[in-house]
């Protein structure tokens, strides 16, 4: 199979590492040797915010495990874009079988490593939010409540955009889909729906649930670091900004999953068997508005009138994030600022 | 050696003897005691290495096998009715990605109505699910037919169905011999993967395949299909050697030579079949038997010969196609009806409904007198049935009532003579 070398802009931005910081501290994907599981030549969108994502994880969990790992994958656009017969941009040995079952084929793979006494090779499953939200849903409990070994990674970008840009249960108030469009007296997707597998899968209580970004490779990479030191079921959920589905520019991917963090809209936690040990503090916080207006998906928030309504509605979505995370960190007395 | 045993410890007992390295099953009656007697054996460590897996349903069961046979394993599960169903997507999967997994389907009816009794609607669904299905007639056939379904398998890159009858055979305490470890061993080698998940050798199973190849890769398992048709023998051939016993293959005929009348079926139905044979030969009646062991790929060449010579064929159907002429019915009927023999398909035995040596006597007898319809159905109330339809077309806002026509049925103990 032919491949092409990275390329020296593909390690040297802050957003994938900064080649300038200690080497202890750079990232994998800063390293020119890195293992690029998800290879180039794919047919992923510009400013796809999963192929950035897969990337970073599986490198990281290649790193991690020193090549020994197999990947298996839900249906989505990660397979639709990187396996068109006879081409394949997968540099690690990887399989689909159907939408909702990828959780379970892990198990399976896990269980025929064990059986053949294999400690080594290690497990990852990775899906979009349908594949893990909705439709893979009952295989994905089933897989963490027998705390079968495998990391379980979620690129959620909040709706079906394989199909064309539909609800998922993972798509956000008030966004604007094919099947919640922005059109009669409550436009977009219904307020009070939507359920938080993160929160989900902390309820399981299995050895590791973090919540990640494309927008910081240093806290993802970690995250999969910790991951990978586990046995057991482990599940990283993964924002990946969607420039088609969202309405958003592709050089803005990485941007906008960093506002969905500043704004409190996207927490991001570290937990371990029930617990919630951890969350990022928002070093800059900013209103859901600059966050919401450079998306399509909300343009009819800001019409004319706006939405200062739904605006608002969304903003309590954020305060009660940041309230029950403890967003905003600690002073020094130890109370919540 | 020979034992008193029921069909589902039997069952668990030559699957363990197979060395699946990994079984995972979800509970349904009456698949449960053979998945019940694998889990004892791997728990008390006489099946090792195995992982045996309780999963969250049987679209799980499936689905970790083929994530387990992809990486290599030897895999085995078992289902019936709605939970052969409720895995469907996956079970065409499996087949698709030429995943060698066996499973068992202890046939039972599917609802609605519920019914957790025999018959053969659940494998006659799947039926195009691109597995090899073969049919067990008696519990020593469904220990046989299991040893040499993982062969056939793993030489075809293919999973197989063996189909036994739910309860009949399932629970059917009856003599059966199990083959020692050193004949299956012999008989079966270690698994050894065509294609399989390994880091040191990079592979993606499962991609996109387009319009250009799709038909293509669709083809191929056209070909590994009628490839088991021939493979299929001449595993019987090898398995009489090392076990030394005929037992399994495509087709089986009983008292056909010089047949009239000639009478196809699967599974375990054809024993009650063989003794009405047996007594109507006494009568003098020219009439015989043909059980196909191997449903798909379906043996055209070897039923055709089976039947050569025959004026009918009466086709006992364990499952209801409506709308149509039955599935096994419309196959065999194809496979005749241009040499100008009838085919007259019986739909009999649905959701437990016994099927008694009087009853099949009095149809074969109409079939014989030329009695029989092109399609009929065994022992049915006629009577209940016509009054419900009575009343549906006499009030078409009244919805069709499964209560109202049981009402109306006598109980049913009443009616096998």
């Known amino acids: ?337 | 050696m020979l034992r008193q045993i029921e069909g589902s410890r039997a069952v668990a007992e030559t699957v363990a003897l197979c060395r699946p390295r990994v079984v995972c099953a979800y509970p349904i009656s009456p698949q449960t005691h053979i998945i019940e007697g694998v889990g004892t054996l791997v728990k008390s460590g006489r099946l090792k290495p195995c992982e045996f897996i309780n999963v969250e349903s049987e679209f799980a069961a499936m689905s970790v096998l083929i994530g387990a046979s992809a990486t290599g394993a030897r895999t085995y599960t078992a289902t019936s009715s709605q939970g052969l169903l409720y895995m469907t997507e996956a079970v065409f999967n499996a087949a698709g990605l030429g995943l060698p997994i066996v499973m068992t389907v202890a046939n039972r009816a599917v609802g609605a109505p519920v019914n957790s009794w025999n018959d053969h609607s659940d494998a006659m669904a799947l039926r195009d699910a691109g597995w090899i299905q073969l049919f067990a007639e008696t519990n020593q056939h469904a220990v046989d037919l299991h040893i040499q379904a993982f062969r056939l398998a793993e030489e075809l890159s293919l999973p197989v169905m063996v189909c036994m009858d739910g309860f009949t055979l399932t629970h059917a305490v009856e003599r059966v011999e199990i083959p020692t470890q050193e004949q299956v061993d012999r008989f079966l080698p270690p698994f050894e993967p065509r294609l399989i998940l390994d880091p040191a050798d990079p592979i993606s199973i499962g991609g996109v395949v387009g319009p250009g190849a799709y038909a293509e890769a669709r083809y191929l398992a056209q070909a590994r299909h009628l490839g088991a048709l021939a493979r299929i023998p001449e595993l019987v051939d090898e398995f009489g050697r090392v076990v030394g016993r005929q037992s399994g293959g495509l087709v089986s005929s009983y008292r056909c030579e010089d047949a009239e009348t000639i009478v196809v079926a699967l599974g375990s139905i054809v024993g009650t079949t063989k003794d009405v044979v047996d007594q109507m030969r006494e009568e003098g009646t020219k009439i015989g038997v043909v059980h196909l062991t191997t449903f798909r790929p379906f043996p055209e060449a070897a039923l055709a010969e089976a039947l050569e010579g025959a004026h009918r064929v009466v086709v006992i159907e364990k499952a209801l196609a409506a709308g149509s002429r039955g599935i096994l019915g419309a196959d065999v009927d194809a496979l005749v009806t241009n040499r100008g023999t009838r085919t007259l398909t019986v739909v009999a035995g649905l959701g437990g409904r016994a099927i008694t040596e009087g009853s099949l006597r009095r149809v074969f007898g109409e079939a014989i007198r030329g009695e029989l319809g092109a399609v009929s159905f065994l022992d049915l109330d006629r009577e209940a049935v016509d009054r419900e339809l009575a009343r549906m077309a006499a009030d078409a806002s009244t919805p069709p009532s499964v209560a109202r026509v049981f009402g109306d049925l006598r109980a049913p103990t009443a009616r096998i003579v």
């Open chain 1, 1 to 337: 199979m032919a491949e092409q070398t990275i390329r020296f802009y593909q390690v040297g931005s802050f957003a994938i590492g900064n080649r300038l910081v200690d080497p202890q501290q750079r990232t994998v994907q800063s390293d020119r040797n890195r293992w690029n599981s998800l290879t180039s030549g794919h047919r992923a969108c510009q400013g796809c915010g999963q192929a950035l994502g897969a990337r970073y994880v599986l490198d990281a969990a290649m790193a991690a495990t020193d090549g020994q790992m197999i990947v298996v994958n839900a249906t989505g656009c990660l397979v639709a874009f990187s396996t068109q017969f006879p081409e394949s941009s997968w540099r690690v040995p990887w399989i689909h079988s159907v939408f909702g079952n990828a959780a379970a084929v892990g198990t399976g793979v896990a269980a025929a490593l064990k059986a053949a006494g294999d400690t080594k090779t290690r497990v990852v499953v990775v899906a979009g939010d349908g594949g893990a939200v909705d439709i893979g849903f009952g295989c994905l409990s089933g897989m963490f409540e027998r705390d079968d070994d495998c990391l379980f990674v979620c690129y959620d970008n909040e709706a079906y955009m394989n199909t064309g840009v539909q609800r998922s249960g993972a798509t956000p108030a008030a966004a604007r889909t094919a099947t919640t469009e922005a059109v009669g007296r409550e436009p977009g997707n219904a307020f009070g729906k939507g359920k938080s597998l993160p929160l989900l899968a902390v309820a399981h209580g299995i050895p590791y649930v973090a919540t990640a970004t494309v927008a910081d490779v240093h806290d993802l990479e970690a995250k999969v670091g910790r991951a990978m030191e586990l046995r057991g079921a482990r599940y990283l959920h993964v924002l990946v900004p969607c420039p088609l589905g969202w309405g958003t520019a592709p050089e803005d991917t990485i941007r906008i999953a960093r506002l969905a963090c500043e704004t409190g809209l996207f927490p991001l936690f570290e937990a371990a068997y029930g617990e919630i040990l951890h969350a990022t503090p928002i070093r800059r916080l900013v209103p859901v508005e600059a966050y919401l207006r450079p998306q399509r998906r909300f343009a009819h928030l800001f019409g004319d009138p706006p939405r200062t309504d739904d605006i608002a509605r969304i903003q309590g979505i954020a305060d009660r994030n940041i309230r029950r995370f403890g967003l905003l960190g600690t002073d020094e007395e130890g109370g919540q600022r």
